[in-house]
């Protein structure tokens, strides 16, 4: 395959070329395998960094004008100069990577974009390994992405199989066996894998196994794995002694951290209950996951009974903050649920009951945000809490005491979409609130829509608003009256942009039905719709088909390609028929095998 590219960046003049051609009104040479290539100062310091700071240095090049490059071919040179002069390229897959280290070595940096485009589209199972180790090297962030997406997908394979593995150097290596992102089953595998390197050259590679050993992830292995280890290298390497150092508290990463092929990403339900009653008093299955793939639910230990409480996970570790309690109260409790000692744990409480509050996770911190205290006490308080240090931060209130909002987290900004202000006589939000975690700052961004108790998806640079609540006109109502209108579910759907603001270019279709206080969470390309209900504050039993006080057992889910919403056939495992108003998220529950390691 070739790819010819000129680039606009590079002088294309005639009397340039020309002066190229016949050599004349040269005053600097560049040397390489021993052929001398006459060219032009100033082109070469306009396009090069590297020539420029040569030519206009004291070294002696900058002298007599002559660079000699050494392990550079003289072909790569004389046609990085028939780029420079002439615009044009031919690249191929032979030519590309040689070119593309001698474009990054003498910052040529419109030759490194055309080769980095090049060998991005150019990226395969077969190459994929020597394409991430260039980038890797070079520091190309858009060739290491689509090279690292084929080396953790296939890594089993390739460490096995490939020699180019054989060939990595000890950084790249390294850096390959840090990825949390690698599909393996077991730890095992990474370990078999350092081992298959090393034996390439015994004498040379087995000093290094000491700092290989530093990125094999310990607790991960099983006793009999662990003693294979031993047995391997029993000479030089102590694997108890390995183990303890990477498990202790000051190891340099978490070594229990999970790599990709480690866990599921499963779709969490906290509070599977319909609101207070007696029922509920010995009901033990109010948290539980579903797996999309197998379409089957299991359940975790049970939480006190909340209603409206907010969910976030941070990699395997669900957090629950706030909810209203069986007597009514509210709560300000902050739980947290870790896989690997299967049990609840009390972290420090907010600093005032909140519930259908926002909770959002960014950069290591929990953030809660508005909500209510009581039925007719609404918030514009916010708080963070920091993951590291443990502890509760005020941050800027909100313009407004808000509840019941959809909440989403964006490149380092927190939306809540929608809501509602009063609870007397509702009144909905019509717009968005978006809080700045850099600045501090909170933006008010009109939405040509209302909604509250909507689910928010953040998803293709941007937020899906699936459903919620909105308010429909009623004829036997005055305009000018305190509510003029139903509220009752939405199947509305839209997109909003990072700046806040409806783009309906996207297209998102509405649901089969309306729907509120849903569980509203991405599993991979898919948007998930749980449960939730259509109760009406005022009814007109006249205008609408169905009962006001309808809650909904139904599974949704909907990808962007999709002109309808899907129903699974697999329903909410609860004993009602509907349920409203609970925890929901998406987050990594590890393989049994995993656990039954760490437990």
């Known amino acids: ?141 858009a060739l290491l992405g689509v090279a690292m997406n084929l080396v953790t997908t296939n890594f089993g394979h390739l460490s096995k199989e490939e020699d180019d593995f054989l060939h990595l150097d000890l950084s790249t290596l390294v850096s390959i066996i840090s990825l949390d992102g690698l599909v393996v089953a077991s730890e095992l595998v990474i370990y078999q894998a350092v081992k298959r390197w090393v034996r390439f050259q015994t004498t040379e590679r087995s000093l290094l196994i000491g700092e290989l050993m530093k990125h094999i992830r310990f607790p991960l292995l099983s006793q009999d794995e662990v003693r294979e280890v031993q ?145 007719e006490d609404y918030l514009d308080s916010a708080e963070c809490f920091d993951l590291m240090e443990k502890t509760w931060t005020p941050i800027s209130r909100l313009p407004f005491a808000l509840s019941c909002s959809a909440s989403a987290a964006l490149k380092d900004k927190l939306y809540l979409i929608g809501g509602e202000r009063n609870y007397l006589f509702p009144e909905m939000y019509k717009g968005v609130l978006i809080y700045d975690i850099n600045s501090g700052i909170w933006t008010q961004v009109p939405l040509a829509v209302e909604c509250c108790s909507a689910g928010a998806v953040p998803m293709n640079n941007g937020i899906y608003v699936i459903g919620g609540y909105a308010k429909e006109r009623m004829r036997h109502l005055p305009v000018r009256s305190p509510s003029p209108g139903v509220i009752c579910g939405s199947a509305l759907c839209f997109f909003i942009s990072e700046d806040g603001r409806m783009d309906e270019d996207v297209f998102v279709p509405e649901l089969s039905r309306g729907i509120a206080g849903a569980g509203v969470v991405q599993w991979e390309r898919r948007i998930y719709v749980l449960g939730g209900e259509n109760c009406w504050v005022y009814t007109n039993p006249n205008v609408h088909n169905e009962s006001p006080g309808t809650y909904y057992d139904t599974i949704y889910f909907w990808e962007a390609s999709d002109l309808t919403w899907t129903e699974c056939p697999e329903n909410l495992p609860i004993i009602a028929d509907g349920v409203s108003g609970f925890g929901c998220v998406t987050m990594k529950i590890p393989k049994k095998h995993i656990l039954a390691l760490l437990s």
């Not at 590297?50 to 046609?79: C, H, N, P, R």
């Not at 000479?235 to 190891?251: A, E, M, N, P, T």
Request: proline share 4%; net charge neutral; glycine share 6%.
């Open 1 to 141: 395959m070739e790819l010819e590219e000129r680039c606009s960046q590079v002088p294309e003049t005639a009397g340039l070329k020309q002066l190229y051609q016949d050599q004349l009104l040269c005053d600097a040479t560049i040397v390489a395998e021993g052929k001398r290539f006459p060219c032009h100062r100033l082109l070469m310091a306009a396009v090069s960094p590297y020539f420029k700071g040569i030519f206009t240095s004291s070294f002696k090049e900058s002298q007599d004008g002559e660079v000699v490059l050494q392990d550079m071919a003289s072909s790569i040179v004389q046609t990085i100069l028939i780029y420079l002069y002439m615009g044009e390229i031919s690249l191929t897959k032979e030519s590309a990577q040689g070119l593309f280290v001698a474009a990054s070595r003498l910052q040529v940096l419109p030759l490194l974009e055309i080769c980095s485009r090049f060998l991005v589209k150019n990226v395969a199972i077969e190459n994929c390994l020597v394409y991430y180790a260039l980038a890797y090297a070079h520091n190309d962030q």
């Open 231 to 375: 047995s391997d290298w029993e000479h030089c390497l102590d694997v108890q002694i390995w183990q303890k150092k990477l498990d202790s508290i000051d190891g340099p990463f978490d070594s229990r951290a999970l790599r990709q092929g480690m866990y599921d990403k499963c779709i969490v339900c906290v509070s599977l209950s319909r609101w207070i009653s007696k029922w509920m008093e010995n009901e033990e299955f109010h948290v539980c996951y579903f797996d999309p793939r197998k379409e089957n639910w299991e359940k975790l230990p049970a939480l006190n009974c909340l209603y409206s409480p907010a969910c976030m996970a941070v990699g395997d570790k669900l957090y629950v903050s706030g909810g209203t309690l069986r007597d009514k109260s509210h709560s300000a409790a902050l739980h947290k649920y870790y896989f690997f000692k299967g049990r609840w744990l009390h972290l420090p409480p907010m600093s005032v009951p909140r519930a259908s509050h926002g909770f959002l996770a960014c950069n290591q911190k929990l953030y809660a945000l508005g909500g209510c205290c009581g039925f």
